[in-house]
C-alpha cells in the first residue's frame, strides 16, 4: 500500500494524514497502542523509538526518546486524552526532558487518531491540529512530513512481517 496521504488546512492549524494498511483492524490498534510494537516502527530509520514508560488509558502517558544513530536522544511525552477502544484516541504530544518536563519553545502537537475497519484492511486517519501557526510550520521545518511517512512504512513493514 504505502501511500501515506498528508494534507495542511493552515487556516486551522492542521495536519491531516491518512494511510491505508493490509491488515486488520485490532492488529493495526496493538501496533499503535502497545509499547513493544510502537518501538519496532515509530522512528523513522536510522532511529529507533525506545519506550520509558507507557500506560495507554485515558489520562495516561507514554514517555519515550528516539535513539539517534550516534546515541542522540530527543525525549517526546504524549498524554493520552480519549481512548475509544480500537476505533480512535486522542493525545497531546510535547518535547521533553527524560523525567516527561516539557521543553520550552516546542510547540504541543494534538493527535486524533482514527481507525476504520475496510474488508481486509484498515484506514488510520490522523489528525494534528497545533495551537498557532507558527507551532505548526515548526514541526514542518522539523521534517514531520517525512519522518512520520518513514514510521508508517515502517508499520507496514511490520504488518507484512506478522
Known sequence: ?????????????????????????????????????????????????????????????????????????FWSRVDIKTVDAQTSFGATCVFCDEHGNPTDGTPPMHWFNQFKADGENTIVNVTLSFDTEEGMQKIIEMGFEGGFSMGLDNLEELLAAK
Open 1 to 73: 500500500m504505502n501511500n501515506t496521504v498528508i494534507s495542511k488546512d493552515l487556516a486551522n492549524k492542521k495536519l491531516n494524514v491518512t494511510r491505508t494498511f493490509k491488515a486488520p483492524l485490532e492488529k493495526v490498534w496493538k501496533s499503535w497502542t502497545e509499547s513493544d510494537l510502537l518501538d519496532k516502527w515509530w522512528a523513522p530509520k536510522p532511529w529507533k523509538a525506545v519506550t520509558k514508560t507507557m500506560d495507554f488509558r485515558e489520562g495516561g502517558l507514554w514517555l519515550y526518546y528516539m535513539l539517534g544513530p550516534n546515541g542522540e536522544q
